[in-house]
């Protein structure tokens, strides 16, 4: 790592202690960073030899706060924010609703005077990059903050995004970002020399046209926008690159040629309000989309749907999704139908438990190719690789590596994907590598395509149980999904009357 890298990561990360300590979080302190580094790097550029137009209103500037001290300090980072927030543009959607979190005046005049030592602008944005990711994961496992839900393991984005293989001068999407994880791997995949060359024309458009977002929590949704920015994706004279809102209620008008997106865990969308004796109350969201094939509350089933509207007619989407998208009986064997006929869903990869941050998940990445329409079914060969049966990971003594995801990437074979060749075979039942032809899928109760086939070691040979942790893991993980799934039967009942 570089010596500027090491130095301004290790005083990034000197602080997270005595915040802690105050009561901030790591999401309110990558918050406050977002805030201060924006202003650093406005006066920035406001000087030579940029010289631009920063937008920032007279005495809400850098230099009109980095001088201060104590009650002084605080009173002005106070008025700059509540005023940056009533802002248009870019500017108005950073700060909208900030305030600042950092009670004590003492912090906030080190982690002030921090970032006035550096030159921002002139720094890396692999630099800039690694700071807000290190800081983002972190939040990622801080429980209590529930950003788990946001956060997508690095290694497999980049599994996906070597999969997919974007091409320069392409538009890719996100519905529901986060803090723009899928991005940022794109845009080093397309930036690589060993992968593209990229003219004057074709890095314009990677920085200012290529990507397409929504994110529907507003912290996070600035955290992106932040995480964006420092590396080097849209500008903050420009086009804003992601919305914040709730991307399944209607059709953005706009047609992509990649999807690549996580959708949050959880199977309800609803909407909470208030009912008249002053109770907090849910309503199941039900989308009637006419460009949907089906009205489901269902938000995986809903994702999927919108993602298949957002891409062109030859666009590629590389999705995660739960378990129950590939059986679930009524709205999912409607979509399921309909993507088999009008899109090649040509791969799925059956994704190891231990993962994700929230326990009991099971979940797969679809990957699938729209077609123009046409009577005749799309999808002709389903692959099938499992990652799950006999593997098993932790987030923090074993976690994933992107080298784990290597032999999928070369049985996918991105260059050529017609080129694949089977590892399973009779002679070899534990192959993970496995096609089935679209008649077998279309046989099968429900069209399910939550197919296995490799022997659970664990459940034949009692002289190989796995480590006491991983079993604890294990029952963690499935006393969670059936509690989730009895839920589900309980509210069932309750919308039933029985």
């Known amino acids: 790592m570089p010596d500027q890298t090491s130095s301004i990561i290790s005083k990034v990360w000197g602080l997270c202690g005595p915040l802690r300590d105050d009561g ?68 108005g959607q950073i700060f909208r609703g900030a305030i600042n979190k950092v009670s004590n005046a003492a ?51 980049q599994a996906m995004v070597a999969c997919v293989r974007p091409e320069p001068m392409k538009t890719i999407a996100d519905p529901c970002c986060g803090s723009g994880g899928f991005f940022l791997a794109a845009q080093s995949f397309l930036a690589d020399p060993a992968n593209y ?50 991307s399944l209620l209607t059709d953005p008008g706009y047609r992509v040629d990649y999807v690549l997106t996580n959708p949050p865990f959880g199977k309800k969308s609803s909407l909470t309000f208030t009912n008249e004796e002053g109770e907090q109350e849910a309503e199941d969201l039900v989308y009637n989309r006419q460009d949907f094939w089906t009205t489901s509350s269902n938000k995986q089933l809903n994702f999927v749907q919108h993602i298949n509207t957002l891409l062109k007619a030859t666009g590629k989407a590389a999705v995660v999704v739960p378990d129950n998208v590939l059986f679930e009986g009524g709205a999912g064997e409607i979509v399921r139908k309909r993507l088999l006929a009008t899109c090649d869903l040509h791969t799925i990869l059956r994704l190891p438990t231990g993962i994700f941050y929230k326990p009991g998940v099971k979940a797969n990445v679809i990957f699938f190719d729209k077609r123009p329409a046409s009577a005749e079914t799309q999808t002709k060969t389903v692959w099938i690789y499992d990652f799950r049966t006999n593997i098993h990971f932790t987030l923090k003594k074993n976690p994933m590596q992107f080298a784990d995801l290597q032999d999928f990437i070369t049985c996918y074979h991105p260059e050529n994907r017609f080129e694949r060749t089977e590892t399973w075979s009779e002679a070899n039942p534990d192959g993970r590598w496995r096609k089935f032809d679209i008649a077998e ?58």
Request: glycine letters at 6%; hydrophobic letters at 35%; a negative charge.
């Open 197 to 246: 060359t990229l003219d004057r024309e074709q890095k314009e458009f990677l920085k200012n046209e290529t990507f397409y977002g929504n994110e529907l929590v507003a912290t996070t949704f600035k955290l992106c926008l932040m995480n964006l920015y420092l590396h080097n994706i849209g500008d903050i004279y420009g086009k804003v690159p992601v919305a914040c809102g709730d």
């Open 441 to 498: 899928i279309l046989a099968r109760d429900k069209t399910s395509l939550d197919i296995f086939w490799i022997k659970d070691k664990s459940l034949a040979d009692l002289d190989n149980l796995p480590s006491p942790d991983e079993l604890a893991d294990d029952i963690i993980e499935n006393l969670q999904s059936a509690l989730e799934s009895f839920k589900e039967l309980r509210e069932q009942l309750n919308e039933s009357n029985v």
């Open 107 to 157: 912090i906030l005049y080190r982690i002030v005077q921090m970032i006035d030592r550096e030159k921002w602008v002139s720094m890396s944005t692999d630099v800039k990059g690694e700071i807000y990711e290190g800081l983002l994961q972190k939040n990622a496992e801080d429980v209590k903050s529930g950003a788990g839900q946001y956060f997508t393991p690095r290694a497999l984005i």
């Open 24 to 91: 901030v979080s790591y999401g309110d302190y990558l918050e406050q960073l977002t805030y201060l580094i924006f202003l650093k790097m406005s006066d920035e550029y406001a000087k030579p030899p940029y010289n631009k137009q920063t937008g920032i209103p007279v005495g809400c500037g850098w230099s009109d706060m980095n001088t201060l001290t104590g009650a002084a300090l605080e009173e002005q980072y106070k008025q700059t924010l509540e005023t940056l927030g009533e802002q248009s543009g870019i500017l």
